[in-house]
């Protein structure tokens, strides 16, 4: 089944600098990526997600890069602020087959300021 | 805005004793998952329903847990007798989605926190 990695499992910046998370994946069926911010005693909330036929995707502040060669895709943040500050989640699925999507374990994201 | 409704909140039980955590999706969403997270770690996948079919439950220990989507809105996810080991998040989701279709974005409710003493 599929894998997913990620890291760093805890990434501290300052206010107004990048911030930057990789995850990994196993499964190369696998065609759909979302992120997730989790604030503390809250579910998920989904950020920014990207499919398998597009390499990058931007919102704003936020970016996500795929590259299905290598199986990995990334999380880019700029000027960070203090409320970017939680959990983030990346995932993978195969919409072919229902769409269960398999997390990464999280990174912690501190935005100092 | 829509959102997923979970209930309740919080709730400790007493080990061997039985819980329900109940769930209602946003309207008109066909996959249904319960996902079950434990404290710094990522959320796993106990079981996830197209309409009232459960379409995967291979992660779900069936010995003590089981899950219902009678009418294919609301569900409701159950442990039986409860353990230790099952203080946890217990995380609602739902999408779209049916298979091989597009809208694949999944949205997740608040969540229950599970502590068994």
């Known amino acids: 089944g599929e894998n997913v990695e990620q890291h760093p499992s805890t990434l501290s910046v300052q206010e107004g600098d990048s911030a930057v998370i990789k995850c990994t994946y196993s499964d190369s069926a696998s065609n759909y990526f979302p992120w997730y911010k989790q604030e503390l005693g809250k579910g998920p909330q989904l950020i920014i997600d990207i499919r398998s036929n597009v390499g990058e995707k931007k919102d704003q502040r936020i970016a996500v890069t795929l590259n299905k060669t290598a199986k990995h895709f990334s999380l880019h943040i700029t000027e960070t602020q203090p409320e970017d500050s939680a959990v983030y989640f990346c995932?993978?699925?195969?919409?072919?087959?229902?769409?269960?999507?398999?997390f990464g374990p999280g990174t912690r994201l501190s935005v100092l300021p | 805005e829509a959102e997923v409704a979970q209930s309740p909140r919080y709730k400790i039980t007493e080990k061997s004793q039985a819980v329900a955590f109940w769930c209602d999706p946003i309207?008109?969403?066909?996959?249904l998952y319960w996902y079950r997270q434990i404290l710094g770690q990522g959320p796993e996948l106990l079981v996830q329903f197209q309409d009232e079919s459960v379409v995967d439950d291979s992660q779900l220990p069936k010995d003590r847990f089981s899950a219902e989507r009678l009418k294919g809105v609301d569900s409701t996810l159950k442990i039986q007798p409860a353990e230790l080991g099952d203080s946890a998040m217990y995380l609602c989701a739902s999408s779209l989605v049916r298979r091989g279709r597009e809208d694949t974005e999944a949205f997740f409710g608040q969540g229950t926190r599970l502590t068994v003493v």
């Open positions: 309207s008109g969403h066909a996959t």
């Open positions: 995932a993978a699925s195969n919409n072919n087959y229902g769409q269960n999507f398999v």
